[in-house]
T-cell receptor, first 113, second 110 residues
Framework: GAVVSQHPSRVICKSGTSVKIECRSL??????MFWYRQFPKQSLMLMAT?????????EQGVEKDKFLINHASLTLSTLTVTSAHPEDSSFYIC?????????FGSGTRLTVV | RKEVEQDPGPFNVPEGATVAFNCTYS??????FFWYRQDCRKEPKLLMS???SGNEDGRFTAQLNRASQYISLLIRDSKLSDSATYLC???????????FGTGTKLQVIP
C-alpha cells in the first residue's frame, strides 16, 4: 500500500518554457506532499512542502514564483517549473508521509536545453 | 557541521563480504531514523527503520547510538544486488523535519 505516482518520469524542454510535474497518492490521502530536488552526486534537498487547500511552504533559497506548487485535492500535488533554465535541470521527486514511512514518487528527470 | 553526515564512499566489496556504514547526526533531539536505498536514477526506497534497541532484517542490521549520535547499517553476505547508494534519514521532530544524508555508495564486486 501507500503508492505515490509521479509523472512524467523524464522530460526535455527548451529554455524559457514551463514544465508541470504531477504526484498522485493512489491508495491514501496525502494532506502534505514534500518536493525534493537532487543534483548529481548530491543528497535530496527539500524544496517545498505542499499542503492541501493552503499555500505551500518553501525552503530558504527556493523561489516560490519560479516553482509553483498546487495541492488542490487530497490525492494530487503539482510542481510547475516556470521559465525553466539549464540550471534547473535536475531530478525532482515528491514524497508523502504514510504509516509505512516516507513514500516517494518515481521521480522526474528534467533536462532543460 | 552538517546535520547529517555520511561517508560518500564508494565502498567496493567482494561478494559475500560484510560491510558497515555509519551516519552521524548533529541534532541531539532527533527522534527517528531510517535507512533508505537509492538505485541509480531511481527514487529512494525504505530499507529499514532504526530502533533504539537495534533491529535486524535478514542480512541487514541497523543500530542507533544516541550517546555518540550515529546510526549504523551492517550488511552481511553482500550480494551483487546490494550495489546501491544507502541514504541515512533523520527526523528531528514532526514528519516535516527530515534531513537526508548525501548517501554512501556501495559496489559489490563479483
Amino acid at each position: 500500500g501507500a503508492v505515490v505516482s509521479q509523472h512524467p518520469s523524464r522530460v526535455i524542454c527548451k529554455s524559457g518554457t514551463s514544465v508541470k510535474i504531477e504526484c498522485r497518492s493512489l491508495d491514501f490521502q496525502a494532506t502534505t506532499m514534500f518536493w525534493y530536488r537532487q543534483f548529481p552526486k548530491q543528497s535530496l534537498m527539500l524544496m517545498a512542502t505542499s499542503n492541501e487547500g493552503s499555500k505551500a511552504t518553501y525552503e530558504q533559497g527556493v523561489e516560490k514564483d519560479k516553482f509553483l506548487i498546487n495541492h488542490a485535492s487530497l490525492t494530487l500535488s503539482t510542481l510547475t517549473v516556470t521559465s525553466a533554465h539549464p540550471e534547473d535541470s535536475s531530478f525532482y521527486i515528491c514524497s508523502a508521509w504514510t504509516i509505512y514511512g516516507y513514500t516517494f514518487g518515481s521521480g522526474t528527470r528534467l533536462t532543460v536545453v | 557541521r552538517k546535520e547529517v553526515e555520511q561517508d560518500p564512499g564508494p565502498f567496493n566489496v567482494p561478494e559475500g563480504a560484510t560491510v558497515a556504514f555509519n551516519c552521524t547526526y548533529s541534532n541531539s533531539a532527533s527522534q527517528s531514523f531510517f535507512w533508505y536505498r537509492q538505485d541509480c536514477r531511481k527514487e529512494p526506497k525504505l530499507l529499514m527503520s532504526v530502533y533504539s534497541s537495534g533491529n535486524e532484517d535478514g542480512r541487514f542490521t541497523a543500530q542507533l547510538n544516541r550517546a555518540s549520535q550515529y546510526i549504523s547499517l551492517l550488511i552481511r553476505d553482500s550480494k551483487l544486488s546490494d550495489s546501491a547508494t544507502y541514504l541515512c534519514v533523520v527526523n528531528s521532530g514532526g514528519y516535516q523535519k527530515v534531513t537526508f544524508g548525501t548517501g554512501t555508495k556501495l559496489q559489490v564486486i563479483p
